[in-house]
């Protein structure tokens, strides 16, 4: 049997990407409600790092199990950095997907693709099962395209343009090889060897 870690969420999307990652490595990905931990982590924290570790800690200290937590987002230079950590909730609380996406081309009406750049951000923050903290980040640069594209993926994936193709126009082995959390996951599994 697999060493048992947490995913301190219970984003049904995120749950599967992160199980297809480590699954073949050993690892029984269980979320935090299969892991019994029944509690809404507020987000004040002001940077990725900081609201990932939020919820690592409490998800932790719920159920002394190894934790790790991701914050992410997209950062759009043009506005400033925007929606960064409020990427979810950036159209409204109970906005869609498409609702979030279609505020950003609103925003970028016009602006022309030199000044479209963007890049998708993930910090994970893992707590091992003696209360230890590590960071591991990942970025992936692109820009913002003019439409909506692609069925595939979620979020912001059918604006962001990596490489000619929107995140939503790939195939999911595709998307894992290059995106944003594909990287932090790659430095997160170093900090895993490291403590096996």
């Known amino acids: 049997m697999g060493m048992k870690i947490v995913l301190a969420s219970n984003n049904k999307h995120k749950l599967e990407e992160y199980k297809k ?23 004040t ?21 190894p934790v790790f937590a991701d914050d992410s987002g997209l950062e759009v230079d043009f506005l400033g950095g925007r929606p960064g950590i ?3 909730r950036y159209a409204g609380k109970d906005a869609t997907d498409k609702e979030r996406c279609e505020k950003i081309l ?3 009406k016009g602006v022309e693709p ?4 963007a890049r998708f951000v993930c910090v994970i923050q893992y707590i091992d099962k003696n209360g230890n903290a590590k960071t591991a980040r990942g970025e992936c640069e692109g820009i913002i395209g003019e439409t909506m594209s ?6 912001y994936d059918p604006i962001f343009i990596f490489d000619g193709k929107s995140f939503a126009e790939m195939g999911v082995e595709e998307k894992n090889r290059v995106s944003h959390r594909a990287r932090a ?7 895993l060897k490291e403590g096996k």
């Open 21 to 43: 990652i480590l699954s073949p490595l050993g690892f029984e990905v269980i979320s935090q409600s299969e892991a019994g931990v029944d509690i809404e982590v507020e987000e």
């Open 45 to 65: 924290g002001t940077t990725f790092e900081e609201n990932a570790l939020l919820k690592a800690m409490a998800v932790h200290e719920a159920c002394a199990l």
């Open 86 to 88: 409020y990427s979810a």
């Open 106 to 108: 609103e925003e970028l």
């Open 114 to 117: 030199s000044r479209r750049t």
């Open 150 to 155: 692609g069925k595939g993926g979620f979020g």
């Open 185 to 191: 996951v790659q430095k997160f599994l170093e900090i």
